[in-house]
């Protein structure tokens, strides 16, 4: 069986896509680093609406996590294998460049980019054998613009997008796609810090968007009707370009 791993698929944006890609049929495992409860209702309300799911909690900033758990998980599925890949689990850990330690730094970068990196270089080896695959890494405006007071993320979304770019041409002959998808301001955990009031007067469509929304284009560009879209960067913010 093809089964979509969601990395970060407990909360936000990816319990949205884990839901959706559901829906579309695909068997999900979930990763998330430490909110158990949470995993297990994502799970729980796939296995409702009639879906396959499971659990599979590692640290994706952590190479020896990343490599034990796509062990185990490889040793119980000898015959299934991991077609669709969301590289989503993210954070923020925001401050001015100034008073930035060094902590926030390397935990930003550590989680976004070199999480996609460990993980996505261990699933990619199935996924060119069956010359067939989908990789959608969960970048930002932030990645695009750059946000002041998010010098670590907006540099680790901007490295995962030229990460995109690059992959993307060196598996596009093996028909597996590469793509990633920048958020603006969505209303998810990470967000609920913000003064939504205030900053959706940015946005010209004047609010915060939806999990759903976003899961809506993963789900399109994990589909066969993206097969010829690859090394793109699809931004969804209600239209607060650059
Ligand atoms: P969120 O609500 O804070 O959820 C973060 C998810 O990532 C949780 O499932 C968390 O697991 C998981 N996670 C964090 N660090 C991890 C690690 N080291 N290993 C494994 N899982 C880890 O965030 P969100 O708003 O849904 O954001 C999801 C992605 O979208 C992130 O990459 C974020 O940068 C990006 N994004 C978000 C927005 C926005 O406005 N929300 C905008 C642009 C981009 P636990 O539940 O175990 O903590």
């Given amino acids: 069986m093809k089964y979509a791993l969601v990395t970060g698929g407990s909360r936000g944006l990816g319990k949205a896509v884990a839901l959706r890609l559901s829906r579309m049929g695909l068997p999900i495992v ?11 209702e ?5 296995e409702a ?5 499971e659990l599979l909690p590692f640290d994706v900033a952590s190479p020896q996590a990343v490599e034990e758990a796509v062990e185990k998980w ?3 599925h000898p015959d299934d294998y991991i077609d669709v890949l969301i590289n989503n689990a993210g954070i923020r850990m925001d401050n001015l460049m100034i008073f930035m330690q060094n902590e926030q730094w390397h935990n930003v970068v550590d989680t976004t980019l070199n999480g996609f990196f460990y993980l996505t ?5 199935d996924m060119l054998t069956h010359r067939h695959g989908r990789i959608i890494n969960m ?5 695009i613009k750059g946000l002041p007071g998010q010098v670590n993320y907006s540099a680790a979304k901007a490295a995962l997008i030229g990460a995109t770019k690059a992959l993307a041409q060196e598996v596009a002959p093996r028909k597996v ?3 990633a998808v920048a958020p603006g301001f969505i209303a998810s955990d990470m967000t609920k810090d913000l003064n939504e009031g205030e900053l959706k007067k940015l946005v010209p469509m004047n609010r915060f968007g939806k999990p759903d ?3 809506a284009l993963v789900a399109f560009l994990a589909s066969d009707d993206a097969a010829y879209i690859t090394g793109e960067v699809v931004s969804i913010n209600g239209g607060l370009y650059t």
């Avoid at 994502?42 to 796939?46: P, Q, R, T, Y």
């Avoid at 970048?139 to 990645?143: Q, R």
């Fill in 49 to 53: 609406a009639g879906g396959i799911a």
């Fill in 213 to 215: 929304e976003v899961a």
């Fill in 30 to 40: 979930i990763n998330y680093r430490s909110n158990q409860a949470s995993a297990e």
């Fill in 139 to 143: 970048a930002s405006l932030s990645g």
């Fill in 177 to 179: 796609t590469v793509n």
């Fill in 42 to 46: 994502v799970k729980a309300e796939i």
């Fill in 121 to 125: 270089r261990r699933l990619l080896k």
């Fill in 74 to 76: 490889t040793a119980e």
